[in-house]
């Protein structure tokens, strides 16, 4: 079946980085943009980016285009998160999901068929 | 503006409709989708471009849009449909996406 697995939760100190991973199966890897989403405790939800199947085009909300970058590896159809410089803020459940879309000439229609289980990132002294 | 507004809260006697709206400028161009979450799960997609639902999501369920006014209705709520809801679209010039700000759903 379709799935999105993502790593386990990592506990950090302002300063450092942090890699969360995404790994794919029960579906073909390059067919699907894959997007990042991130939720601060008791937030709503952010949507920070996507990453096209190739990996050589990224598109970032303008709030996570400094210290935050996406990459993805088609070799063991897993998608990366990196967040450089943490700080308290970060703090959150980071969520991956997969791209579908629909582009008619008329309206478009973009939806997140399937969500990983999301990874919480702790930013603490 | 790629903003999209919801309602923070809203509230329905047991068996009733509800209506969940979201408005923004880029739904007179794209279409939203919807997610429901609950407490400590991750999103689960329940109505994406005109109406549709994926498989698994039950037919009380579904999706309208009117000028920049994208709703999400409810018929019939059941006490498992509390949860956060939350409407997305991508702005109008195929740039970023963007989500609501949620709207928590309480089942009275």
């Known amino acids: 079946q379709v799935q999105l697995v993502q790593s386990g939760a990592e506990v950090k100190k302002p300063g450092a980085s942090v890699k969360v991973s995404c790994k794919a199966s029960g579906f073909i890897f390059t067919n699907h943009w894959m997007h990042w989403v991130r939720q601060a405790p008791g937030q709503g939800l952010e949507w920070m980016g996507v990453i096209n199947p190739r990996g050589d085009v990224t598109m970032y909300a303008q709030k996570f285009q400094d210290r935050f970058t996406m990459t993805r590896d088609t070799s063991t159809s897993t998608v990366y998160m990196e967040v450089s410089s943490l700080r308290s803020e970060d703090t959150a459940v980071y969520y991956c999901?997969?791209?579908?879309?629909?582009?008619?000439?008329?309206?478009?229609?973009?939806?997140?068929?399937?969500w990983g289980q999301g990874t919480l990132v702790t930013v603490s002294t | 503006s790629s903003e999209l507004t919801q309602d923070p809260a809203v509230s329905v006697a047991l068996g009733q409709t509800v209506r969940i709206t979201c408005q923004g400028d880029?739904?007179?161009?794209?279409?939203a989708s919807w997610y429901q979450q609950k407490p400590g799960q991750a999103p689960v997609l329940v109505i994406f471009g005109k109406n549709n639902r994926p498989s698994g999501i039950p037919d009380r369920f579904s999706g309208s849009t009117s000028g920049n006014t994208a709703s999400l209705t409810i018929t019939g709520t059941q006490a498992e449909d509390e949860a956060d809801y939350y409407c997305?679209?991508?702005?109008?010039?195929?740039?970023?996406?963007?989500f609501g700000g949620g709207t928590r759903l309480t089942v009275l």
């Open positions: 999901a997969r791209d579908n879309s629909v582009i008619t000439t008329g309206a478009s229609w973009w939806w997140f068929d399937t």
């Open positions: 880029s739904l007179t161009t794209n279409y």
């Open positions: 997305n679209c991508r702005d109008s010039s195929g740039g970023v996406w963007v």
